[in-house]
Structure formats: C-alpha cells, structure tokens
C-alpha cells in the first residue's frame, strides 16, 4: 500500500473521531463565506450605514476565524493523545517520525479540504434565502440581488486553507517531541483515582457564593465597580469548583454505603474517579466559555425582546417635541402632524401638552445641567393616567424627576438645592430624586428631566417668565404604534433641519433599532451556533481520548456477566456527568449574570433569562442524545 493510500485508510479508520471534527468545521467555512459573500456585495457600497455594517461583518469574520482557530488546535491535540499507541504501532513496524509528521498533516489538510468545499456548496445553495433574509431584516427598498463572488470563493479557501495547513503543521510537530516508549506505555499505564482537597472545594463555592451576592447590589449606576471583583472571584471560585469541587462530590458518594453499592452508582463512581482528572481543566475552560457565550448572546436577545416594553415606559408617547414660546410653532405645525396621523387611520390618539420653565442648576461635579420647572398638577396629571407615582411637593419644597436609570440623576446631600431661572437665582428644600418621567426626554434636555413644585410656588416663579422663554410640549399618545413604520418615516421628513434634538420619534426611532436589533440577532446566531457545535465537539473529543480504557471496562463488564442494557446505562451515566457538569456550572453563572443585566438596566421581559438557558440546555441535550449513541457503536 502506498503512503497516500495508508493516510486514506486511517482516515476512515478514525472517521468517529474526524466526523464531528469535519461537521464543526463545515459550518465555521459555512459561516465565514456568508459573511464575506455579504461584505463583498457591491451594494452594500452605496452608503456610509452599509459600509459601517461591512465593518460589523468583517469582526464576525474574525471572530469566526478565532473561534476555528481554537477548535482546531484543541481538537488536533486531543486527537494526538488518543492515538498515542497507534502512532507507537506505525514507529515499530518501520515508520520515522518524518513519516509520522507528513500523515498527520495530510489527513488534516484532506479532512480541512472536504470541510472547506462542503461549508462553502452548503454557502452557495443558501447564498439566495441568505441575501433575502439579510435585506428583509435592513428593510431595503431593493432586496439583495444574488451575487455569486468568486473573489468570496477565494478569499475562503485560501483562508481555511491557510488555517488548516499551518495548525495541521503545528500539531503534527508534537508527535517529534514524544518518544517512543511513551507511545506504546501510553495504554498500558493504569489510571489511579483522582484526588483532591476538601477546604480547595469549599474556597471554590464560597468565591463563588461571594460573587453571586454581590450581584444584588448591581445597579446600572455601579455596574462598572462590581464588573472586576465579581468576574475574578467567578473565574477562580470557578476553577476550584472544577478542579476539586466533581471530585469531592463523588468521593462523598463513594464514602456512603447505602448509596454507592446501588446499581449503577457503584460502577459510574470508580469509573469517573479514575477519568475525572484529565477532564479537570477542560471543565473550567467550557464553563468559564459556555458563561462568556450564552451571557452574551443572552443580554442581545434581553434587551430587544424587552426593548418595546423599555420604550412604553421610558417614552410613553409616540411622538413629541418642545417648542420655546407659547404659541411660537418652532418645529411644526399641531395640524400637521395631527393630519398625519388620521391619514394613516389613526382617529383615536391622545394630545398631551404642558407649559414648563428652563432651569439651569450644577451637578457635584460643577458642570451645568439643565432641567424643565412644572407643576405638580401638570405632572400627576400625566403620571396617574400611566400609573406611576404621582408627586406632591410642600409649599417652599422641589423634588427632581429623572427620566430613567441611564439619566444619572444629581446628588444633594444637602438640605436644599439651588437652580436659576433666566438668570435669577432660587434656592428651594430638596425632596430628592426619583427616576419615572410621565413625558418623553429629548437630547437638548427641554423634556426629561423636571423640577416639580407645588402648584402656588409654580405660579410665583412662571410669573417672573415672560411667554416667549416659556417650553411648550406637544406630545401624541397613539396605541400600536410600534407597528406604524411609515407613520414614523413620514413624522421625521416634518421635522425641520436642526430641530431633531427637540423632538422624539418614537415610531421611527423603534423601527430603526428593532431592524437593526433583529441583524445583530441574525448575524450573531452563527457565531453562537458555531461556539456550541465547537464546545460540545470538544467534549466528544474527550470522549474519545479515553476510548481504548472504557472498551476494556466494557469487556470486563460483559465478563463479569452484565447485560448490554446495563452497560449502555452505567456508560451514558459516566458521558452525561462529563458533558453536562460545565455546561450546568455555566448555564447558572450565565442565569446569574442576565437576571443581574435584566435588573440593572430595567428590562421588563419576564421569563427571558429562563427562555435563554433552556434553549441552550435544550440544544445540549440533543447533542448529547446523537452524540453517546454515536460513542456507544464504538466501544461496543
């Protein structure tokens, strides 16, 4: 048999170990032609919103490429390792280490070649439903013609071929490192039980404990202090839960007779004592990613799907805007927009108004902040009808309403708070500061931030305020007007050119990041699909590291006269604890870390942390099914 013909066979021989090696590695080609078939479109080079969205997909590519980067590396060492003694086998029968070295890399670049022409004709038959999906999601007036480029062809083979060639080089070289002797003993050395210290377990889950509680102080304002101590005391709690924690669990289990000598604790127990050691790291590795991945995939999919919900609440009305003078019409004219909205069949929306004074105050920082004098009437008024707490200041008394928690609200911690109104200074008792705006905010800061004061004070300063320096807001309450998309794009073409900082759309600006949220969704769910398929083949690859042990304890189970059934259970008992174990210890530090995000930043989607983990579990679980069934022809 000649060399090529040999290398052919022994990637056969080992297609359990390449197949889901070469599946991972089609999709992550897959994944890295679409994107560059998109970024290579010549019309998404018309604008400088699609070249900034070009920019977006040249990182997802990068991050792909990293993501392949290291499957490959991890994959190809554990392929390495559990080869050792066929490697050992070839070297007696006559094969150099040369010989060695240039098989490896043959069989990888045959392997990485059939992923890379796969993953690139599974991208072309897609390519069409791709483009249609991509120009659905970016609400383009001309869908994406079908461009099939030669240059993305290219620019992917070679890539992935690059890739392939130099870690199939760079993998192969540590088979020259190892001697001999080592590759024949490698089987034959005997496992010996796993230990490990008690007070290292317990220092794990109380950093652990520790990094969870402060998790409850988080608030939007703080988030950035706590974000250090609670990742490193994670990392670490971690790392000693994974290397220990496993271990003093079974080893509790063993020490309890009652519980270690039923069917099929006694067999699952020894088994993973002697196995758990190799898989100590790699434990904390996939948990410390799974948290990583899921959490940031999570907060995405958390702060769109609560998005809507954010926006009723933070912006209650549909539209708005803020004229300076009474009856000034600065940016429009009321029976525009009014005509508008009836144009597109909406007869039943709300005017909200309010005339207000401009004040100017200084935060504890000194920098000048801006905020809009009302009345208590006039804010309760608008506040009940949106059931949120209603304000009632004592005569000579102001209290500050910010509009939400990414407002950073001043801090008086004194008893009174000083503001001018044109110039004129006032000093007022400071009730405090409450987040619940009634009215829509604007950057120019004429609407969102108010000082209520009693009906009698108000009248006193507004007064003093001549008409034409007096803030009038005009806002619309519409229902459904998150579904009025060209409502909102015909509401934005009224407003006059430097204007737009006075005014808030709320139906153009929702449909702008509901598009744009629903593509980071779409784009990013290759790149998590593509770190799932990586994460769980790395734990098959630990499977089969072990491979050669677990056939022998499984013929010496047949001998001992243990049915098929029973082996198959103890077995899938033993596969399970080594897949789940860090993809539960990364699925609670994910649950945590969103429910922390959720409560931080006011997301109002309920059951969506739970939604994100079990999708994710569920996706585990099927694996695992395909997976053990897969391992189980093997060592049976």
């Known amino acids: 048999m000649k060399f090529y013909g040999l290398t052919f066979q022994n990637v056969r021989g080992n297609w359990h170990n390449y197949k889901i090696f070469f599946l991972s590695s089609c999709f992550s080609v897959f994944a890295f032609f679409m994107y560059t078939s998109i970024i290579l479109h010549p019309q998404l080079k018309v604008?400088?919103?699609?070249?900034?969205?070009?920019?977006?997909?040249?990182?997802?590519?990068?991050?792909?490429?990293?993501?392949?980067?290291?499957?490959?590396l991890y994959s190809s060492s554990i392929f390495i390792q559990s080869r050792k003694k066929e490697f050992g086998l070839?070297?007696?029968?006559?094969?150099?280490?040369?010989?060695?070295?240039?098989?490896?890399?043959?069989?990888?670049?045959?392997?990485?070649?059939?992923?890379?022409?796969?993953?690139?004709?599974?991208?072309?038959?897609?390519?069409?439903?791709?483009?249609?999906?991509?120009?659905?999601?970016?609400?383009?007036?001309?869908?994406?013609?079908?461009?099939?480029?030669?240059?993305?062809?290219?620019?992917?083979f070679m890539t992935y071929g690059a890739i392939f060639l130099l870690l199939a080089i760079f993998s192969a070289l540590r088979i020259w490192k190892i001697e001999v002797i080592h590759l024949l003993k490698e089987m034959q050395e005997g496992k010996k039980e796993t230990r490990s210290r008690k007070w290292l377990c317990w220092f794990g889950f109380i950093c652990i404990g520790i990094s969870y509680g402060l998790t409850t102080?988080?608030?939007?304002?703080?988030?950035?202090?706590?974000?250090?101590?609670?990742?490193?005391?994670t990392t670490v709690g971690t790392y000693f839960v994974c290397t220990h924690g496993l271990i003093q669990v079974l080893q509790g289990i063993k020490n309890r007779k009652s519980v270690m000598y039923r069917y099929p604790?006694?067999?699952?127990?020894?088994?993973?004592?002697?196995?758990?050691?190799?898989?100590?790291?790699?434990?904390?590795?996939?948990?410390?990613?799974?948290?990583?991945?899921?959490?940031?995939?999570?907060?995405?999919?958390?702060?769109?799907?609560?998005?809507?919900?954010?926006?009723?609440?933070?912006?209650?009305?549909?539209?708005?805007?803020?004229?300076?003078?009474?009856?000034?019409?600065?940016?429009?004219?009321?029976e525009m927009v009014e005509k508008l909205l009836r144009k597109h069949g909406i007869n039943d929306f709300r005017y909200v108004t309010f005339v207000g004074?401009?004040?100017?105050?200084?935060?504890?920082?000194?920098?000048?902040?801006?905020?809009?004098?009302?009345?208590?009437?006039?804010?309760?008024?608008?506040?009940?009808?949106?059931?949120?707490?209603?304000?009632?200041?004592?005569?000579g008394t102001v209290t500050f309403i910010y509009y939400s928690n990414f407002d950073l609200p001043p801090k008086h911690p004194k008893k009174y708070i000083d503001f001018k109104?044109?110039?004129?200074?006032?000093?007022?008792?400071?009730?405090?500061?409450?987040?619940?705006?009634?009215?829509?905010?604007?950057?120019?800061?004429?609407?969102?931030?108010?000082?209520?004061?009693?009906?009698?004070?108000?009248?006193?300063?507004?007064?003093?305020?001549?008409?034409?320096?007096?803030?009038?807001?005009?806002?619309?309450?519409v229902r459904g007007w998150d579904n009025a998309e060209r409502l909102g794009?015909?509401?934005?073409?009224?407003?006059?050119?430097?204007?737009?900082?006075?005014?808030?759309?709320?139906?153009?600006?929702?449909?702008?990041?509901?598009?744009?949220?629903?593509?980071?969704?779409?784009?990013?769910?290759?790149?998590?699909?593509?770190?799932?398929?990586?994460?769980?083949?790395?734990?098959?690859?630990?499977?089969?590291?072990?491979?050669?042990?677990d056939r022998l304890q499984y013929q010496a189970l047949l001998k001992f006269g243990m049915t098929k059934q029973e082996i198959d259970k103890i077995s899938r008992w033993q596969l399970g604890i080594l897949f789940f174990f860090p993809v539960l210890l990364g699925s609670v530090h994910s649950a945590v870390a969103l429910h922390t995000c959720q409560k931080a930043f006011s997301m109002k989607s309920s059951g969506g942390v739970l939604e994100v983990i079990a999708i994710y579990l569920i996706a585990c679980a099927l694996y695992f099914f395909f997976a053990q069934k897969e391992y189980m022809k093997q060592i049976g």
Not at 278 to 306: E, K, Q
Not at 369 to 392: C, F, L, M, P, W
Not at 502 to 508: D, G
Request: charged share 20%; proline share 2%.
């Open 47 to 72: 604008s400088e919103l699609y070249k900034g969205l070009q920019w977006g997909l040249i990182v997802c590519d990068v991050i792909v490429i990293a993501f392949s980067i290291l499957f490959i």
């Open 90 to 156: 070839f070297i007696l029968m006559g094969a150099t280490k040369v010989n060695l070295v240039w098989m490896m890399i043959m069989e990888q670049m045959a392997v990485g070649f059939l992923a890379s022409f796969f993953g690139i004709g599974i991208g072309m038959l897609f390519l069409k439903l791709f483009f249609m999906i991509f120009s659905l999601l970016l609400n383009m007036s001309t869908e994406l013609s079908f461009v099939l480029s030669s240059k993305a062809i290219v620019i992917t």
């Open 217 to 233: 102080k988080v608030t939007m304002m703080n988030i950035a202090l706590y974000f250090i101590p609670v990742t490193i005391l």
């Open 265 to 334: 604790h006694l067999f699952v127990v020894n088994q993973l004592l002697h196995t758990v050691k190799d898989n100590r790291r790699f434990f904390f590795i996939l948990s410390m990613l799974t948290t990583i991945v899921v959490t940031a995939t999570g907060s995405v999919y958390l702060y769109f799907s609560s998005m809507k919900e954010l926006f009723r609440y933070e912006q209650p009305h549909a539209f708005s805007y803020v004229e300076k003078g009474i009856g000034s019409r600065e940016v429009m004219e009321k």
């Open 357 to 395: 004074i401009p004040a100017a105050f200084q935060l504890d920082s000194g920098k000048e902040s801006y905020a809009t004098v009302i009345g208590e009437d006039e804010y309760n008024r608008e506040a009940k009808r949106q059931s949120k707490e209603q304000i009632h200041p004592k005569e």
């Open 421 to 477: 109104v044109l110039g004129e200074p006032y000093r007022f008792t400071y009730n405090g500061a409450y987040e619940g705006n009634a009215f829509n905010s604007d950057t120019s800061q004429r609407s969102g931030r108010f000082l209520v004061m009693n009906n009698q004070d108000f009248q006193k300063v507004s007064r003093q305020v001549p008409n034409h320096e007096k803030y009038v807001y005009n806002g619309y309450e």
């Open 489 to 549: 794009e015909e509401l934005q073409s009224l407003i006059l050119k430097g204007k737009e900082e006075i005014t808030r759309n709320n139906v153009y600006t929702y449909k702008m990041m509901k598009d744009g949220g629903n593509l980071i969704l779409f784009v990013g769910s290759f790149i998590s699909v593509l770190f799932f398929l990586a994460s769980c083949s790395t734990v098959y690859f630990k499977w089969f590291h072990n491979i050669e042990y």
